[in-house]
């Protein structure tokens, strides 16, 4: 039962271009949405985040965007640096504090130079 | 900038051996987590602790498994005794509020 779904194994971007990565989830009582990156034998780094009274949130390079009619998220890189090669996990939970995170099984984005 | 930090980042054991995991959670943080990660696979929750207690807790999160914060630091994970199947990366992280914050994991080898 994937409540959380990321339906690119990898992506491959040009550095500089924009990487956008997607992420659909199924259960209508998730209200906070996360993204993670991680580089293998590391734990996930925190990106950024979105509640679901926004539909958009920004941080420098990266913008999440929130479509809750279609259940679907998006994180935007621009640009794209070689340093953002990296497996991106979106999560989600239904409320925050005791919730546990219920993750897709990650995108391996690797920049091309 | 504080983090979350793991001990040890490697454990080997031999399978029906307890382990204990270590975790020091990030100072003012209230909630507490365990995850982990086969092989391969997706990150999946394991077990939620605050107040001194467990708050939920996955399918995964059986007999064998159990949590304790011994004092006001440490958070720990102890298997019982273990199987081929819990080789695995265990990631604790914690949170004050929504935002997860992810230690670098113990990757458990059970032989």
């Known amino acids: 039962d994937q409540q959380v779904k990321q339906n690119s194994p990898s992506l491959s971007v040009q550095e500089g271009r924009i990487s956008i990565l997607n992420c659909d989830y199924t259960n209508s009582m998730f209200d906070y949405f996360l993204w993670y990156k991680k580089y293998p034998a590391e734990g996930p780094t925190f990106l950024i985040s979105i509640s679901s009274i926004k539909d958009k949130n920004e941080d420098g390079r990266f913008t999440v965007f929130l479509n809750k009619s279609a259940k679907h998220l998006s994180l935007h890189i621009v640009p794209s640096q070689p340093g953002d090669s990296a497996v991106y996990f979106c999560?989600?939970?239904?409320?925050?504090?005791?919730?546990?995170?219920?993750f897709g099984k990650g995108t391996h984005l690797i920049i091309q130079p | 900038e504080p983090e979350v930090t793991q001990t040890p980042s490697h454990q080997v054991t031999q399978m029906g051996q307890e382990v204990i995991l270590r975790c020091v959670p990030i100072s003012n943080h209230l909630y507490f987590y365990w995850y982990r990660q086969i092989l391969g696979q997706k990150v999946e929750f394991l077990v939620s602790?605050?107040?001194?207690?467990?708050?939920?807790k996955s399918e995964i999160f059986d007999d064998q498994f159990s949590v304790e914060r011994p004092d006001g630091s440490n958070f720990t994970l102890k298997i019982r005794s273990t199987k081929l199947e819990d080789s695995a990366m265990y990631f604790c992280?914690?949170?004050?509020?929504?935002?997860?914050?992810f230690g670098p994991g113990t990757r458990l080898t059970v032989l």
């Open positions: 992280a914690s949170t004050i509020g929504n935002t997860q914050y």
């Open positions: 602790f605050y107040n001194n207690e467990i708050s939920e």
């Open positions: 999560a989600a939970s239904e409320g925050g504090g005791a919730d546990g995170l219920t």
